[in-house]
């Protein structure tokens, strides 16, 4: 059974880096780009494919590993590995037919599946970490229910993006056990995450007040993030730390930056201030996280080690400059470099993918 679930995890992992790829091509179909549809209506499904599709199915097969391992050598579980199973064949399901009801079904089960994992991570270590990711997948799934019983999506991105900070925030307070915050500190860190939280069913029945409010939480955790993380200290290292740490610390700001705009401009349905809003989160945000975060996550999930190379810097770099040019245009309302902008998005997301792939398969040289 263990070699079974070994080889378990290169198909699903592979089925999350395809829906990377088609949320990404489908991404610049909707802003402008010219291409190959693939499927119909496509450009519809770039924000599930990304969010549900890859990081859905990265952080449910993450936590299936975590959670394996934690169990030490005892039988190895196979039911977690069921909810990145099923948000990667959600993700297929959306490349296939990207309006049928099957990917969001699929996708909400495997996000109920993580909301068990972590009910049996809780069960066995209660800790303020495990609770704030756990909080984070329930987001999801509730969320994931909203979108598919019709709500739109610009008002589900904010549930699916309180389930990316959460995670986010909750994998920082685990890698910064050793600071050991002060009572103080912890309050304000559960303060700002109840006003995100709080938000969030707010907006449903008052988008103006939730949007804001859910916009003040994403602010005070960045700023908390800013202030007490690890990252603080570790800048000051060298080597993959000091990048892990640049790379956390611009995601941090990005994610201040877009609660400001949430507060500024509260909810929009689209537009150009929707995208700017939404992209600090996901790009500056999430995706710095990624890049911080992928020589860990990956050898955890492959087992074998990802050597730092100082050519990380460049898709880090790429994607702190495209970012900037592409939210200056977007609240300037100036198209052609916001088009140009996001082809430089998915270009630092393809080079982030080149560097990984040549350090992993260059691991032993």
């Known amino acids: 059974m263990e ?40 450009p519809a499904a770039h924000g599930p494919l990304m969010v549900g599709g890859f990081l859905g199915t990265v952080i449910g097969l993450e936590r299936a590993v975590a959670l394996a391992a934690a169990l030490g050598g005892g039988p190895p579980l196979r039911w977690p590995y069921l909810g990145p199973l099923l948000t990667g064949l959600g993700g297929l399901s959306l490349l296939i037919a990207p309006t049928a009801p099957i990917g969001a079904v699929l996708l909400t089960a495997g996000s109920l599946n993580l909301v068990l994992v972590f009910g049996t991570i809780l069960r066995r270590h209660l800790a303020a970490y495990t609770m704030t990711m756990a909080l984070g997948a329930l987001v999801w799934f509730l969320g994931n229910l909203l979108w598919l019983l019709g709500q739109p999506l610009y008002m589900v991105v904010w549930w ?7 995670t986010i925030a909750g994998e920082r307070l685990e890698l910064g056990r050793i600071l050991r915050h002060s009572r103080a500190v912890q309050t304000l860190f559960w303060s700002a995450a109840g006003l995100l939280l709080a938000g969030l069913p707010l907006s449903l029945f008052w988008p103006a007040g939730g949007v804001r409010l859910n916009g003040l939480g994403a602010l005070g955790l960045a700023l908390w993030l800013l202030r007490f993380d690890v990252a603080r200290y570790t800048v000051r290292k060298t080597g993959l730390t000091r990048f892990m740490a640049l790379a956390l610390l611009s995601g941090y700001g990005w994610l201040a930056f877009s609660g400001v705009l949430s507060l500024w401009f509260g909810p929009v349905s689209g537009g150009l201030r929707y995208d700017a809003g939404l992209h600090a989160v996901y790009l500056g ?11 860990i996550i990956f050898p955890a999930i492959t087992g074998r080690p990802i050597p730092f190379r100082p050519t990380f810097y460049l898709h880090l770099g790429l994607l702190q400059l495209s970012l900037v040019i592409r939210v200056a245009s977007d609240l300037a309302v100036w198209p052609i470099a916001r088009q140009w902008s996001g082809l430089f998005n998915a270009l630092a997301l393809a080079l982030f993918l080149f560097n990984t792939a040549y350090a992993l398969l260059n691991a032993e040289k």
Do not use: Y
Request: charged share 10%; proline share 7%.
């Open 160 to 166: 699916w993006s309180g389930f990316l900070i959460l």
């Open 285 to 295: 945000f999430v995706l710095a996280m990624i890049f911080a975060h992928a020589p």
């Open 3 to 42: 070699k079974i679930i070994a080889r378990l995890k290169f198909p699903l992992l592979a089925a999350g880096l395809l829906a990377l790829v088609a949320g990404t091509w489908a991404g610049l179909l909707r802003i402008g780009w010219t291409g190959p549809l693939i499927r119909p209506n496509l």
